[in-house]
């Protein structure tokens, strides 16, 4: 259908006709479909307020897409505001602070930042974007060591349901800062924020690699390990079943295979004494732990740079023991006939105390956080999502009471349930954030993804 549309901004205005319109709706994840209405490719502020206007105007609910990592599923209708030419960081290296633009992916500010010897709290991979990244709490590469990237936000520019830019502080308006910091675009669209870097040039980090006789005898160790390691140590442990291609380095390529991943804010000196436990688990077939520049932190996962179709959600939980990682791995290993990634992150530290400036962010008593990841066909759509939530939910159904909630950075495609974004918060948070909801947008217009509706 071809909507006519004229906006007072400068950025292209598409709809479904328009020449570049599949362009512009394409993003990382390739599982799900978007087909908005109108496709607003925001060049700034003034663009995003007119997509603002647009929507508000004619009853369309608004979505935000800067890299398309996290798309909620498949998407009919509406205005899409793309903020992917909204890029650029400026650095301020006397008070260690940058200002990110709404569509500008880490490693852009990564490089930057690097240049004064700084850091972001950013994630595993270069291309996702920062701003919804952070927006939605960021439980990044230096968690332990220093927190939810979420708690480092200082300012946030952002288009409100009204029309109206604001310049959002904890003094200037507390409330909807509060909730900026944890609970994503539902308050508007946020076109730059300002957030803390971290005097962190350089880590120890990197990764160890068992392949799968070794796989049940690595993931006890590493549980047993995460018992005794300290705040300087961030660690993960992904099951992955590598594929059988070039990409893929020749020594896990087609094996199922145990990744353990460090990030450690220390001397290297240090680093290395504190993996020495996990180098006697037993014989790996790769080994990339080294001292390196914060430049290279994405080298510790190697997540796949090229788009790729997938569905995703987890679980925070306050423990896990070795009996219940030994059933998650007969639920989704070799044998179990499930094409799915296993990821268990060690939580706690830095992450479980809560900032002076509060936040929205919740669970920050959990002790892990357990992720499972699917791939499926390239544009499969809510159809497989809804296949693979059932092995999903097995694996979940182990730790019964233990669950404390769930991530929303990593409700990974597919459509999310009321049930489970009421679970990212603490339930006295997430009644605030409904309400405030009904002072800041009373007509839901930014309901395109993770949406938390206003209070009646």
């Not at 700084?118 to 919804?132: D, E, I, K, M």
């Not at 295979?257 to 790996?284: F, K, M, N, S």
Request: charged letters at 20%; a negative charge.
């Amino acid at each position: 259908m071809s909507v006519p549309v004229e906006t007072t901004g400068e950025g292209p205005v598409l709809d479904r006709e328009s020449a570049g319109y599949d362009e512009e709706v394409a993003a990382y994840q390739l599982g799900f479909g978007q087909r908005p209405d109108v496709v607003v490719a925001a060049q700034g502020p003034d663009d995003v307020r007119a997509a603002v206007e647009l929507a508000a105007g004619r009853g369309l609910p608004l979505a935000v897409q800067s890299t398309g990592h996290g798309l909620p599923g498949d998407r009919a209708g509406g205005v899409l505001v793309s903020t992917a030419r909204m890029r650029g960081v400026e650095v301020d290296p006397a008070t260690a602070t940058a200002r990110i633009q709404a569509g500008t992916p880490w490693g852009e500010v990564i490089r930057e930042a690097a240049v004064h010897g700084l850091a972001p709290l950013s994630g595993s991979t270069l291309g996702v974007g920062a701003v919804g990244y952070s927006l939605e709490g960021g439980i990044g590469l230096l968690a332990r060591t220093h927190g939810f990237a979420a708690d480092r936000i200082t300012a946030a520019e952002v288009v409100s349901a009204d029309g109206e830019l604001r310049h959002v502080t904890a003094d200037s308006d507390p409330d909807l800062f509060w909730a900026l910091r944890g609970a994503g675009g539902n308050f508007g669209v946020v076109t730059s924020l300002d957030v803390e870097l971290v005097r962190q040039p350089r880590i120890y980090g990197g990764g160890l690699y068992f392949a799968e006789p070794q796989v049940p005898h690595a993931l006890r160790s590493w549980l047993e390990w995460t018992a005794g390691v300290g705040e300087e140590m961030t660690s993960s442990i992904g099951l992955v079943p590598f594929p059988d291609k070039p990409a893929v380095p020749e020594e896990v390529r087609g094996r199922y295979t145990a990744h353990i991943r460090v990030a450690h804010t220390g001397a290297a000196a240090d680093g290395e004494a504190a993996v020495a436990p996990l180098r006697a688990i037993g014989p790996y077939v790769l080994d990339t732990l080294t001292d390196m520049p914060y430049t290279d932190s994405d080298s510790i996962y190697r997540d796949p740079p090229t788009p790729m179709a997938y569905y995703g959600t987890n679980v925070l939980v306050d423990d896990l023991d070795v009996a219940t990682a030994g059933r998650i791995l007969e639920l989704t290993g070799p044998g179990s006939g499930l094409n799915c990634v296993v990821q268990i992150n060690h939580m706690g530290g830095a992450m479980a105390r809560r900032p002076a400036v509060p936040s929205a962010v919740g669970h920050r008593g959990a002790r892990f956080l357990v992720r499972v990841l699917s791939r499926i066909a390239p544009g499969a759509g809510e159809a497989a999502a809804v296949a693979e939530r059932a092995a999903h939910e097995q694996v979940y159904a182990l730790f019964g009471d233990r669950i404390l909630g769930v991530a929303p950075n990593f409700l990974l495609g597919g459509p999310v349930t009321a049930e489970q974004l009421k679970a990212c918060y603490e339930a006295a948070d997430y009644e605030r954030l409904t309400a405030l909801k009904a002072v800041y947008d009373p007509g839901n217009l930014f309901r395109g993804y993770h949406n938390i509706p206003p209070a009646h």
